[in-house]
């Protein structure tokens, strides 16, 4: 089951920032919170991740509450392109660091919808 | 970044009959690949672990003997729903982790999306 919990909505006005929540109550010391969308009919997209520290790529920004039980993703300018599905999930880092296998489970994340 | 890159993008089958859909990895090597099925207004879940060399691990309620998976180089995996029913009709997601890179990112295919009548 997913261990985060996220709103099923959004809008979002073209240029706008869009702030998007989630909750990961149950996350464990080991576990990193990933941020991936969909749009319609495509693989998922990897947008950034983060263990604790804030995080920022040219795609977004990743803030972590300090107690780590929740996060916010933000793109900073939103454009009509970034409507989508936004998945927020928690998970070890596999592979490389052994353990898990690296795979991810998906909840039914946030449809953002960006509207002109 | 990484490239992962599925084929058939879409493919119509009929009823009974089996359907192969291969996912490589363009520019890197991946000993691990992840098949998703996501049906329609629903998230992805996960059916199976394809690991290089030996066998896939599936997800509880998948049957390994409908959905035979083959990870016989580190760049290709490939999944073949034998018997396919019209239930089986989804949108098919892999996905493979390039841990030469940043083990964090786990790259998808563009998914191929299966309808059987």
């Known amino acids: 089951d997913a261990k985060t919990t996220q709103p099923t909505s959004m809008d979002c006005a073209e240029g706008r920032a869009a702030n998007l929540p989630c909750n990961h109550s149950t996350i464990s010391g080991n576990e990193y919170v990933y941020w991936y969308r969909q749009i319609h009919s495509q693989g998922p997209q990897y947008i950034i991740h983060g263990l604790k520290n804030n995080e920022t790529n040219e795609m977004a920004s990743l803030i972590i509450t300090e107690d780590r039980k929740s996060s916010t993703l933000i793109l900073p300018h939103a454009t009509l392109r970034d409507t989508a599905v936004y998945y927020c999930i928690v998970s070890p880092a596999g592979g490389f660091y052994g353990g898990s296998q690296g795979n991810l489970i998906f909840g039914k994340g946030t449809k953002l919808s960006v509207k002109p | 970044g990484a490239v992962v890159s599925q084929h058939p993008s879409w493919v119509i089958c009929k009823s009974g009959t089996s359907v192969k859909i291969e996912c490589r990895s363009l520019d890197f090597q991946a000993t691990t690949m992840f098949w998703y099925r996501q049906f329609p207004k629903q998230s992805l879940m996960l059916m199976a672990t394809?690991?290089?060399?030996?066998?896939?691990?599936?997800e509880q309620g998948v049957e390994k003997d409908k959905f035979l998976i083959n990870h016989a180089s580190l760049t290709l995996s490939t999944l073949t729903v034998t018997s396919a029913h019209p239930e089986d009709s989804s949108f098919y997601i892999c996905?493979?982790?390039?841990?030469?890179?940043?083990?964090?990112?786990?790259?998808f295919g563009e998914g191929s999306r299966l309808t059987v009548l």
């Open positions: 996905s493979a982790r390039d841990i030469g890179l940043n083990p964090g990112e786990l790259f």
């Open positions: 394809s690991n290089e060399g030996s066998k896939a691990t599936y």
